[in-house]
């Protein structure tokens, strides 16, 4: 369709640029894609992914400049032109990409990771990866999981987003209506005023849920805006003399340069980091190519060939540098061959898949131009017509949709028609064999002996029940604070009553002591995403801004409900990983700060129960999806606990000791990891756990015997 404008007169805000090729603009796209490409494959520059946001800013100067001399030219814009352009810009290379990528996963990897690729694939191609992404992020059985070969699509989605409804505010902004209201240049008030929106909900977002901000389209909208607001200052630009304009280029390069080299992965993401990307690009931008001598630094030739092929490179890299790490490791050498290849893909994209979708016409029989307008509209109406109902997938994949578009075992069974098959079950393991059949397993899967297949059932359906939906595995939300899920297991009338708290890594102990306790027991558990019973001074780092003061609140109603049941036994635990993420006070260390916390807990369960049993942590490893594949098996999978855990365990340790009484702590990861520290992923043909830190239900019940010992009743 498309959208005619009124015939007052049109819209003032001029274009930056005559519509002309920039050498600079490509060159900048150049250094762009360098920077994320080195950032992905080797690690540096540590900032290297700001490169996404020098690409943003260029495409919202780009884009809004094409719009505005559309309108300027024709009075109107035409939407179905607009979106076939953008079609034939970025869907066949990325179509390429997405169809190569999910086929080569499902050769590579097995099927949990395979499945998943395949819904990164579909969400990709409706543009909407960023949320997809974030479902999946924010989702704490998926927290561990390893990265996505197209995560990198979550930016491209963020840009059709953006021009989802870019050119309807131009349109809109233009009426007489909106003119009489915000004066003649309504478009430049409409935009000031929506990207200080977006700067401020990337203000707010990136400091209560920085991994949302992220991803999140509204918060990154204010950098593409930057570069329209910069195509609307053509009037005042063009009057700089060439010496500010070579001022402004050289200050632009330095803020990209130092974003590159300063800003981390732990910084405030997009807000304020990405103000100096950003502004960096806009200052080069706004440079006009107008500093003589001084813009050949982008001019050359081999840093245009790189940004003509930019969009490809961006697209092929990450998948490939994803799979050489999966099949080869990180190192210097397969990295260099992941560049390389990557390179290579990228030219032969442009050269044989972009490039013939961007001709507008074949440069032979241009005299049946008349014939080949109505065929290139058509073309465009179709292009334009697949891109808006992608576009229109987008409340699809919110967070709050269905469960087959975020879970890929719930999507493979909608495929399929069939539920994953549950493992065998097997025997508990003996007491006297467990660390035989340890220490076999870790030589087995050295040698390439262990059935690899096994990783086929690692998704979220084999941690404990307690562990999934309708479980009791709480949120930090008020509601679960104030009226906490529990499970209960065993006769209500039993004699007997033992209690399980704790984080999920706790609750993944409930198949154990359940099936260790028997006939004779009630088992009650109740727990929380990543909050342990301990009660910590002044809090441990979270993801939500109110992490501290809703997990010490979830602490205390753990204690509370101990306190109301008085059972004969509590069992509780907790991840490996909170000294690394604590705050502590000044002139403490985080392991005292977590043993005065143990202390604090054991004492208030001591109180209310006969008996509390700690047990360590499990490990903490690499998740089998990340480090298991077709290709090399298990061979890469053996890992180490997380190196502060035994700094946890001594702690805890000294905690049992000061405590007292019937108190006493279990190292656990003797049952799982040989002496040395070699702890396997499968062991007598179980999986050991389905991500880097949780039991498999199967594994937890297999371990009921030595629970049984060491519990002691």
């Given at each position: 369709m498309t959208a005619d404008a009124p015939t007052h007169p049109?819209?003032?805000?001029?274009?930056?640029?005559?519509?002309?090729?920039?050498?600079?603009?490509?060159?900048?796209?150049?250094?762009?894609?360098?920077?994320?490409?080195?950032?992905?494959?080797?690690?540096?520059?540590?900032?290297g992914f700001t490169g996404v946001d020098v690409f943003f800013v260029i495409s919202g100067f780009l884009i809004t400049g094409i719009l505005l001399r559309e309108v300027d030219r024709t009075g109107r814009i035409s939407i179905t032109a607009f979106y076939g352009r953008r079609a034939r810009r970025i869907l066949p290379a990325a179509l390429v990409v997405l169809l190569v990528t999910v086929a080569g996963s499902a050769l590579v990897w097995f099927t949990p990771r395979a499945w998943s690729v395949v819904l990164d694939g579909i969400a990709s191609a409706l543009f909407v990866q960023n949320w997809h992404l974030i479902a999946v992020g924010t989702d704490y059985l998926h927290a561990t999981d390893p990265a996505s070969p197209l995560q990198h699509f979550w930016s491209l989605a963020v840009e059709e987003q953006f021009y989802a409804v870019w050119p309807i505010v131009i349109l809109l902004a233009a009426l007489p209506a909106a003119r009489r209201v915000l004066g003649r240049r309504s478009l430049l008030v409409v935009a000031i005023a929506l990207t200080s929106l977006s700067m401020a909900f990337a203000a707010v977002e990136s400091a209560i849920t920085p991994t949302t901000g992220y991803f999140d389209s509204v918060s990154r909208a204010w950098e593409l805006g930057a570069g329209a607001l910069l195509a609307m200052a053509g009037p005042v630009l063009g009057r700089l003399s060439q010496r500010v304009h070579a001022l402004l280029f050289w200050a632009g390069l330095a803020a990209i340069a130092a974003s590159a080299l300063l800003v981390t992965s732990g910084s405030a993401f997009p807000w304020p980091a990405a103000l100096l990307p950003v502004a960096g690009t806009v200052l080069v931008l706004a440079s006009g190519d107008r500093v003589g001598r001084s813009g050949a630094v982008l001019r050359n030739r081999p840093l245009r060939w790189v940004g003509r092929i930019s969009y490809s490179l961006y697209l092929w890299h990450f998948p490939v540098v994803v799979v050489v790490a999966a099949l080869a490791g990180t190192g210097i050498v397969p990295m260099s061959l992941a560049v390389l290849a990557s390179f290579l893909l990228a030219a032969a994209s442009e050269r044989w898949v972009e490039r013939p979708f961007l001709r507008t016409a074949p440069a032979r029989r241009r005299s049946d131009t008349a014939d080949r307008v109505p065929r290139r509209r058509v073309f465009d109406a179709a292009l334009a017509t697949l891109m808006v109902c992608a576009l229109g997938a987008l409340g699809v994949g919110q967070l709050r949709g269905p469960a087959a578009f975020s879970q890929p075992q719930a999507f493979a069974a909608l495929v399929t028609g069939s539920e994953p098959t549950a493992p065998a079950a097997r025997s508990p393991f003996a007491p006297a064999d467990l660390p035989r059949e340890v220490t076999r397993a870790v030589r087995d899967a050295a040698a390439g002996r262990t059935d690899a297949d096994l990783v086929d059932s690692a998704t979220p359906d084999a941690l404990a029940p307690a562990l999934l939906t309708g479980g009791c595995r709480n949120g930090l939300q008020d509601g679960d604070i104030a009226a906490p899920r529990t499970c209960e297991w065993g006769d209500p009338d039993a004699p007997r009553t033992a209690m399980v708290v704790g984080d999920s890594v706790a609750l993944s102990w409930t198949p154990a002591v359940v099936a260790a306790l028997g006939d004779g027991w009630r088992v009650i558990a109740v727990g929380y995403a990543s909050c342990p019973v301990g009660h910590f001074t002044p809090g441990v780092i979270g993801t939500q801004l109110r992490y501290p003061e809703q997990c010490e609140r979830a602490q205390q109603a753990m204690l509370d409900a101990v306190a109301t049941v008085r059972p004969d036994l509590v069992v509780t635990s907790s991840a490996d990983g909170y000294l690394s993420t604590m705050h502590v006070p000044t002139g403490s260390t985080p392991a005292t700060t977590w043993q005065r916390s143990t202390e604090h807990a054991l004492t208030a369960l001591a109180a209310s129960a006969d008996r509390v049993v700690l047990l360590e942590g499990t490990p903490t490893v690499l998740s089998p999806t990340a480090c298991v594949n077709r290709i090399t098996g298990v061979t890469e999978c053996t890992g180490s606990p997380d190196p502060t855990a035994s700094e946890k365990r001594t702690a805890e340790q000294r905690a049992v000791s000061t405590v007292g009484g019937d108190t006493r702590y279990v190292r656990t990861s003797a049952w799982l990891c040989t002496a040395d520290g070699s702890c396997p992923t499968i062991v007598d043909g179980t999986l050991v756990r389905p991500d880097g830190t949780h039991l498999t239900a199967q594994m937890s019940e297999r371990l009921s015997a030595v629970m049984r010992d060491t519990l002691g009743i």
């Open positions: 049109r819209v003032s805000i001029r274009a930056h640029e005559p519509k002309r090729f920039r050498t600079d603009i490509e060159g900048l796209r150049g250094v762009a894609v360098l920077a994320v490409l080195a950032y992905h494959a080797f690690g540096l520059p540590q900032g």
